[in-house]
């Protein structure tokens, strides 16, 4: 929206600031701090007064869980607020990915808020069906997917870049759609199954986010997509105050999600950054290096798959509990041992993306 005071600059002078990508991220992720700040306490207060009891606690979980019933969950309300809020803010909204990101991350939380609602309401971990969450995602994913190809270069549309490789590019056609829908759908599932302790979940979607608002910085600007060979896609920098805004108002939410934590983020916050997470990915044509950046939410996912699969085969686990992190907590690590390992981990591996744009 500040954008547009562009208009009353004659190319110089304080606003034509508003036309660097950089000033305006920088103004989206203080404005997205400022508002988690702000309001953070206040909805906090709400939600308890809302809930009550609190979101439920998994009585097979483990046992140091239990100490933390009564705390209220949906704050990733506050995340989302405060990147709505910036996004409109600071971003130019006669760009088209920054609306097919939004539609994503909106839709995801909405499917989150219900299902949070109904977990809170019924007071058990069980909410909305597994198959009308995953089915509303299926649609949105692909809405997202066919949006995005549709504002892609034409020399790329349905085209799957693959790292390293500068000029290679893979012909997907319209199995495009059904792979974006796999890969923002599995980010968005990926990053819930993730959030199971405090401060777990949203240190590494902030690291994965600044990486790929560095890529989405570089692939929308042709001298920099020239000079380390990547695909140029106009239009997706505009995503950088996008990322800047996720990454302020994850940081307002992580000051009362710091141990012990005050609020959860619910599948109101996790299904929404990642669904956003792999929507920026589709945009940037950087879907593979999202399995890089995001290993840590890959291995999450997949501890999963692997012990479901593997006890309904054989009856016994891989794992003392799925997902991973609670794996280590019937180990006995305790868990700010786990979630700050777990930081550094997300931080390497984001080091390791990064490292994609240059070898060439």
Do not use: C
């Not at 209220?72 to 709505?84: C, E, F, K, Q």
């Not at 995005?148 to 893979?170: C, R, S, T």
């Not at 890529?215 to 105050?241: K, M, N, Q, S």
Request: hydrophobic fraction near 55%; glycine fraction near 12%.
């Amino acid at each position: 929206m500040l954008y547009w005071l562009t208009e009353l600059s004659d190319g110089g002078g304080v606003l034509n600031l508003f036309r660097y990508i950089t000033f305006r991220a920088g103004g989206a992720f203080l404005t997205a701090l400022l508002f988690g700040f702000i309001f953070g306490l206040p909805l906090i207060n709400v939600l308890r007064r809302k809930q009550g009891k609190g979101q439920p606690i998994r009585s097979d979980g483990p046992e140091g869980h239990f100490a933390k019933a009564g705390t209220p969950t949906m704050g990733g309300l506050l995340i989302v607020g405060a990147l709505l809020t910036s996004t409109l803010l600071w971003a130019r909204l006669d760009n088209p990915f920054i609306w097919m990101v939004l539609f994503v991350t909106l839709a995801f939380a909405l499917i989150g808020f219900a299902d949070d609602y109904a977990k809170v309401r019924k007071q058990t971990s069980a909410g909305v069906s597994g198959k009308l969450r995953l089915a509303l995602g299926l649609l949105v994913a692909a809405i997202a997917g066919y949006w995005a190809a549709m504002y892609h270069p034409a020399d790329m549309q349905f085209q799957l870049a693959v790292p390293v490789f500068k000029d290679v590019l893979i012909n997907l056609s319209y199995v495009f759609i059904p792979f974006a829908v796999i890969v923002i759908v599995g980010a968005a599932n990926a990053v819930n199954l993730t959030d199971g302790l405090d401060g777990l979940a949203i240190m590494p979607v902030m690291i994965a986010a600044a990486t790929f608002g560095v890529i989405a910085y570089f692939v929308g600007r042709v001298d920099f997509t020239t000079e380390l060979g990547l695909h140029y896609v106009p239009g997706t920098g505009e995503l950088t105050v996008f990322v800047a805004g996720l990454i302020g108002g994850g940081l307002g939410f992580l000051w009362y999600n710091a141990p012990p934590a005050a609020v959860f983020m619910g599948d109101t916050g996790s299904l929404a950054l990642g669904g956003a997470l792999g929507a920026i990915a589709v945009a940037t044509k950087h879907e593979i290096v999202l399995a890089i950046v995001g290993g840590l939410f890959v291995v999450e996912a997949l501890s999963v798959i692997i012990q479901v699969l593997y006890f309904k085969r054989t009856g016994r686990r891989v794992f003392l509990m799925a997902p991973i992190h609670h794996h280590y907590e019937k180990k006995g690590w305790a868990e700010p041992q786990i979630v700050i390992r777990f930081w550094i981990i997300s931080l390497i591996l984001a080091m390791i993306g990064l490292a994609t744009l240059k070898v060439r």
